[in-house]
């Protein structure tokens, strides 16, 4: 590749890496499967770069991208081998603020969600998407996301036991 068209993609990369790790995170659950989507991914269309960058939304592209490297790793096998009975214990600061706290029973929430409602969740509220490019993105119907993304709100509120986020929220509704 040409020294400026390398120097495009760098620059896009290093713009739009933090989102999308945290969206293929938000997707398998795991910090370094998140990691291994990404990379197939930004693979991808390194090699595809000299066509892809003019495409007309590129971060639309690049984003369904990601979307699908995570769900493909959500299929293979090999993901679903266990290596020990229980997830290795994270450090965690003793005194953890309420923000914590709920970015942890939020996150632990998502991932008691179904594979296609904790989807569909994810890309329309934390990636802020509408239902069509949704719909788009997963190849499915409109009125699937929508039928998706009510049953995972309500899967979340009840797992959340909402007047207990509320409080942890602060009071905020």
Same mark, same amino acid.
């Given at each position: 590749?040409?020294?400026?068209?390398?120097?495009?993609?760098?620059?896009?990369?290093?713009?739009?890496?933090?989102?999308?790790?945290?969206?293929?995170? &938000?997707?398998?659950?795991?910090?370094?499967?998140?990691?291994?989507?990404?990379?197939?991914?930004?693979?991808?269309?390194?090699?595809?770069?000299?066509?892809?960058?003019?495409? &007309?939304?590129?971060?639309?592209?690049?984003?369904?991208?990601?979307?699908?490297?995570?769900?493909?790793?959500?299929?293979?096998?090999?993901?679903?081998?266990?290596?020990?009975?229980?997830?290795?214990?994270?450090?965690?600061?003793?005194?953890?603020?309420?923000?914590?706290?709920?970015?942890?029973?939020?996150?632990?929430?998502?991932?008691?969600?179904?594979?296609?409602?904790?989807?569909?969740?994810?890309?329309?509220?934390?990636?802020?998407?509408?239902?069509?490019?949704?719909?788009?993105?997963?190849?499915?119907?409109?009125?699937?996301?929508?039928?998706?993304?009510?049953?995972?709100?309500?899967?979340?509120?009840?797992?959340?036991?909402?007047?207990?986020?509320?409080?942890?929220?602060?009071?905020?509704?």
């Amino acid at each position: 590749m040409r020294p400026e068209l390398e120097q495009d993609y760098t620059q896009y990369v290093t713009a739009k890496l933090p989102r999308l790790h945290r969206i293929a995170y &938000q997707l398998v659950g795991d910090r370094h499967r998140a990691d291994d989507a990404v990379q197939d991914a930004l693979t991808t269309l390194y090699q595809k770069w000299v066509r892809v960058r003019e495409v &007309q939304n590129l971060d639309a592209y690049v984003h369904t991208m990601v979307v699908r490297a995570a769900l493909n790793d959500r299929r293979r096998l090999w993901s679903k081998v266990l290596l020990w009975d229980r997830p290795p214990d994270v450090a965690r600061e003793e005194s953890a603020s309420a923000d914590v706290e709920r970015q942890v029973l939020l996150r632990d929430a998502l991932r008691a969600l179904p594979d296609g409602q904790r989807t569909v969740v994810v890309l329309r509220f934390l990636c802020d998407l509408p239902v069509e490019e949704v719909a788009a993105v997963l190849g499915r119907s409109e009125g699937t996301v929508k039928s998706q993304t009510s049953h995972g709100i309500r899967a979340l509120r009840r797992l959340l036991n909402v007047e207990d986020f509320f409080v942890l929220n602060g009071g905020a509704a």
